[in-house]
């Protein structure tokens, strides 16, 4: 995390402290939030539309904050004793305090962004760097203008690479957060469905999604995904003059990913003579692993090095995760959802052997736009009737989710439900020993609830 004096910190911010006489005050973090403040640091309160950090000072003053930003017309309370440091305004300072600290560390930075498995990819290469380098990542959903800053900030001195995901809901996003963490490798995994209320279309996605090579270093490297149809059109227009790489199953990749095996234990690809594994679910992981491959073999990791980080990932919580229980899994993909990664989660739904009964309890697609109950009504009419028993829906959208399905599922395996616990009992009812239930929604739905609802059977 940064470690710096307070003089120092006014000095990367073009700010004035309010109390010279406290100028070699030490630093050790950042905090945004009044409720995680730990000792030294230095709180900055941000103001939203419905929150007002600034309350909360004198409560990070007792927590121990050492210090804290201020916009400079905002009266500071005559109760506050520590010192601060006066700023135009503190979200503003936020960022550029990232953007200097980025530029005093010695790093390599890679960022990572796309419609599905950014978090993924993330925890592989974590996994996977760490073999040789000191590694720092983004944790947990991180990933705008608020978490990229703050994981920059996060970086150890020492720290060799550090992987940033990169999120948008809204063009110029990822314009605003690569600035900041200026990378030296920036990829795009692929172009889905995902926020498509405010981009309009996959190419406006893959647009906002290019943003990403703005802040990309002179002498850095682009990565894309060849087998991504809307990238494989729009990147060729891009005059960029950094190195452009590709991966893809295509033959004419950079880096030729050849599918292997996919099972419950995981997947396995070759590239080249080489066979690598990741022991994650769902065919997808193929791309998530070969990118990973990729990069470590471009920052120097043998084959041997990289077989082993991509062995030991720990999979994200609520993401292809399988819960095995009393009698009956769950496969827990509760996380988020788009059209492209539900018809993923259902293709791996399929390839799980060994159940008698599977089942999918699948919420609503938010953040879908103008076309969201088509997609969701296609989405209904692909699953299989022929390897999912019941599929239970819940919540407004779904209902065209319910709608598609129901002309080709028979009638008495189809549910639709407004109310999560009508859900639940529905489900308690079909779930039989031996069985899989897939989980899915956007996080909005808060599945997760009917995982906790059930997950204490004993079939």
């Known amino acids: 995390m940064i470690k710096r004096t307070l003089g120092q910190i006014a000095n990367m911010l073009g700010g004035e402290i309010s109390d010279p006489s406290k100028e070699n005050i030490f630093i050790e973090g950042i905090s945004t939030d009044s409720r995680t403040i730990s000792p030294a640091n230095l709180y900055i309160p941000l103001i939203g539309e419905v929150f007002d950090g600034r309350i909360f000072i004198k409560e990070c003053e007792n927590k121990g904050a050492a210090a804290f930003l201020i916009n400079k017309d905002y009266e500071i309370n005559k109760n506050i004793n520590i010192p601060y440091i006066i700023v135009d305004d503190t979200s503003k300072a936020l960022r550029n305090l990232a953007t200097a600290y980025r530029n005093e560390l010695d790093i390599k930075i890679i960022g990572i962004t796309g419609s599905n498995g950014k978090t993924t990819t993330k925890d592989l290469l974590e996994s996977t760097l760490k073999e040789k380098y000191k590694v ?3 944790m947990g959903n991180l990933n705008n203008e608020i978490g990229v800053p703050k994981t920059i900030l996060s970086l150890d001195e ?19 957060t690569t600035r900041i963490a200026q990378p030296d490798i920036a990829a795009i995994l692929n172009i889905g469905d995902s926020h498509l209320h405010n981009l309009k279309t996959r190419e406006g996605i893959a647009k906002a999604k290019m943003e990403i090579t703005e802040g990309l270093s002179e002498d850095g490297i682009f990565i894309y995904n060849l087998d991504d149809p809307v990238l494989k059109k729009i990147v060729p227009n891009y005059d960029l003059k950094q190195k452009v790489l590709t991966f893809a199953s295509s033959e004419d990749a950079d880096f030729v990913i050849t599918p292997v095996k996919n099972d419950s234990s995981g997947v396995k690809f070759k ?16 791309y998530n692993g070969g990118i990973t491959a990729m990069i470590a073999q471009i920052l120097d990791l043998s084959d041997d090095q990289i077989k082993d980080g991509l062995q030991k990932v720990k999979g994200s919580h609520n993401r292809s995760a399988l819960l095995e229980l009393n009698g009956f899994d769950i496969l827990d993909d509760s996380y988020k959802s788009n059209p492209q990664a539900l018809l993923t989660g259902l293709n791996t739904t399929y390839t799980l052997k060994g159940y008698k009964n599977k089942i999918v309890v699948l919420g609503d697609m938010l953040e879908l736009g103008e076309n969201e109950k088509n997609l969701h009504y296609e989405v209904g009419k692909k699953i299989d009737p022929n390897e999912i028993h019941f599929a239970l829906f819940y919540g407004p959208l779904s ?61």
Do not use: W
């Not at 690479?161 to 999120?167: A, C, Q, S, Y």
């Not at 590239?271 to 193929?286: A, R």
């Not at 859900?423 to 929604?441: A, E, N, P």
């Open 136 to 138: 720092q990542k983004t």
């Open 158 to 176: 020492d720290t060799e690479i550090g992987i940033i995901e990169l999120g948008t809901d809204n063009f110029g996003d990822i314009a605003l």
């Open 271 to 286: 590239h080249g003579d080489t066979t690598f594994s990741v022991p994650l679910l769902g065919d997808h992981q193929i």
């Open 399 to 459: 209902y065209e989710m319910y709608k598609g399905a129901m002309e080709i599922f028979p009638k008495n395996r189809v549910f639709y439900f407004e109310n999560k616990a009508d859900v639940c009992d529905k489900l308690k009812q079909l779930v039989t020993k031996s069985s899989l239930i897939f989980v899915k929604g956007s996080h909005g739905m808060h599945m997760e609830e009917i995982i906790e609802c059930v997950r204490t059977l004993k079939i």
